[in-house]
Nanobody, 126 residues
Framework: QVHLVESGGGSVQAGGSLRLSCVAS????????MGWFRQAPGKERETVAT???????RYADSVKGRFTISRDNAKNSLYLQMNSLKPEDSAMYYC????????????????????WGQGTPVTISS
């Protein structure tokens, strides 16, 4: 069982930056594939970025070059540095995890992830 708590959301103007954090609790969190996801009102939840246990990263095309996902296993923490923010980045952002032994780690789909945080809101004004 993994418990996830996100923080760092807020409201900024377009072009600004935010850094999201997610703290994981539970045994063996370093063995989990982790990711950031977002859901805007009226839209489906989408994958933003994922990071494997070997620190390999994947990004949605919409955020490539602007967002950076990272993890610090010693701190059981996951981060998302978001730069050059756009109004369309506005959403509730969620941290999620899945055991690296499960196929969900490869799917790059929200449905492949097992454990979820409560989310942190991000609002970008134009």
């Amino acid at each position: 069982q993994v418990h996830l708590v996100e923080s760092g959301g807020g409201s900024v103007q377009a072009g600004g930056s935010l850094r999201l954090s997610c703290v994981a609790s539970g045994d063996g969190t370093g063995t989990y594939c982790m990711g950031w996801f977002r859901q805007a009102p009226g839209k489906e939840r989408e994958t933003v970025a994922t990071i494997y246990t070997n620190y390999y990263t994947r990004y949605a095309d919409s955020v490539k070059g602007r967002f950076t996902i990272s993890r610090d296993n010693a701190k059981n923490s996951l981060y998302l540095q978001m730069n050059s923010l756009k109004p369309e980045d506005s959403a509730m952002y969620y941290c999620a995890a899945v055991s690296a032994t499960r196929p969900g780690c490869i799917s790059f789909s929200p449905s492949g992830f097992t454990y979820w945080g409560q989310g942190t809101p991000v609002t970008i004004s134009s």
